[in-house]
């Protein structure tokens, strides 16, 4: 129960972290601030990946009409990366891994790995959330642009929160 | 939930991902307007593609109708060039029959035999679709064959590539006529013989129905001429190619001289006399 509450409140600040930073934190059209993608990634491991994308679908949700953009745009994005969660996880960790962490943590997984994997859910993630942002009105150019740098910035953001949130409750 | 089977939980899965995406892309549209274009554009593409499959998919089921009413098109048009020629043949005769002297009916080949030396077929029209022996059976390439024997609804042809099978054929260009037989060795190939040395025949000149006899009206054609042979000094035999490929052949035309019985009849009474 005690542990619910926790991960209740860890997922609420996130999405209070989220909405602060689609409101507040405007750095320039080619990166979007977003810890989104990480309330996604920090699902309990365990959980049915259909539940997975419910619940990935309503915080989306969530931050599309608190932070007043198109509603469904950040929706799809973790819907799309709440389903693949599963077997990205699978692909670059062992079974063993997937048996214990029932939260993804960097603690839990190493550090390399953990980035590689963070990375590649962040593209998937920007990829869905940028190509239906721009749906052809940007050029390829500036569309890649927008993805690495978005990646590259929110990879140091998920980083810095996975390691201050985990390492304090440590 | 850990019990369902892993299938189960995969169609699950797809099922809400897409229902969820769907959702989502509803959303968007809904909400802005250059995406609204942009996905509504993509689906009407997706959708006139579905369309395009759909509608090939429904043509090719609906072929074998269409092929009937093809073939009974080409039944009609037959008829209405047999009187046409019938017409041009008789310019200042006052009467024309109205349909021409031979009417057809079309036909489906369910069984047939090609690699004998007395080959057969059988079609499915009988007596029922008022099919009598000794009708002829032809297409437009050529001759296939005559009916021999009847039932209800199916009738037995001897075949065209059967040895003892002859048919009265003529020179399109000299109006010579001949006997055209099978040789019994290759299908593709009969002789016409008994034609008279001075007809002026060349290779590749068309062979064509006599209209000789009451059972294939004049000018089907047949083949053409590929090869010249001298017989004793005073006939020639021809090698001809058909045109009708006996190996592809799976519908026919019966065709029906409607004078054939009054004909039929008047032989009988000359035959007797004599």
């Known amino acids: 129960m005690k542990d619910n509450w926790g991960r209740f409140m860890f997922f609420a600040t996130l999405l209070i972290i989220q909405i602060v930073l689609s409101k507040y934190a405007n750095v320039g059209p080619y990166i979007y601030l977003c810890c989104l993608p990480l309330i996604v990634i920090y699902l309990p491991l365990y959980q049915e990946t259909f539940l997975s994308m419910l619940i990935a679908f309503g915080c989306g949700l969530a931050v599309d009409v608190l932070c007043d953009g198109i509603v469904g745009l950040n929706a799809a994005a973790s819907v799309a990366l709440a389903a693949v969660r599963k077997p990205l996880f699978a692909a670059f960790f062992t079974r063993d891994n997937l048996e214990r962490a029932v939260i993804p943590t960097i603690h839990e997984t190493g550090v390399m790995r953990h980035i590689n994997y963070i990375f590649i859910s962040l593209l998937i993630y920007f990829i869905v959330y940028i190509c239906l942002d721009s749906v052809g009105m940007e050029s390829l150019q500036t569309t890649l642009l927008r993805l690495v740098l978005s990646c590259a910035a929110n990879l140091v953001l998920v980083l810095a929160i996975d390691y201050f949130m985990f390492n304090s409750r440590r | 939930m850990t019990g369902r089977p892993a299938l189960v939980r995969i169609a699950i899965n797809i099922v809400v991902f897409i229902a969820l995406e769907v959702l989502c892309l509803v959303m968007i549209a809904n909400n802005s307007v250059v995406q609204r274009y942009k996905i509504l554009g993509a689906i009407r593409e997706a959708q006139s593609a579905l369309w395009h499959r759909t509608s090939e998919i429904s043509s090719y089921f609906s072929l074998k109708k269409d092929n009937r009413l093809l073939v009974q098109e080409n039944v009609d048009l037959q008829r209405q060039l047999n009187m046409y020629k019938a017409m041009s043949a008789k310019p200042d005769t006052a009467f024309v029959h109205p349909a021409g002297l031979y009417s057809y009916m079309a036909a489906d080949i369910v069984k047939s035999t090609r690699g004998k030396q007395h080959n057969y077929m059988l079609i499915d029209k009988g007596t029922r679709a008022g099919v009598s022996e000794g009708m002829g059976v032809v297409t437009a390439n050529g001759i296939v064959g005559i009916i021999d024997a009847v039932s209800d609804n199916y009738s037995y042809v001897i075949s065209f590539l059967n040895t003892e099978q002859s048919v009265s054929a003529r020179l399109t260009k ?93 032989e009988l009474e000359e035959g007797e006399g004599r």
Do not use: M
Not at chain 2, 227 to 236: E, H, W
């Open chain 2, 174 to 266: 000299s109006d010579h006529f001949g006997l055209l037989r099978w040789e019994g060795v290759n299908p593709h190939k009969a002789t016409l013989t008994e034609i008279s040395l001075n007809c002026g025949a060349a290779v590749g000149d068309t062979v064509a129905t006599s209209g000789h006899s009451s059972i294939f009206p004049a000018d089907i054609p047949i083949g053409v001429i590929s090869k010249i042979k001298p017989v004793s000094g005073l006939y020639l035999s021809l090698e001809i190619d058909l045109f009708q490929d006996f190996n592809s052949l799976r519908h026919v035309y019966i065709v029906a001289n409607k004078d054939r019985k009054e004909i039929d009849e008047l």
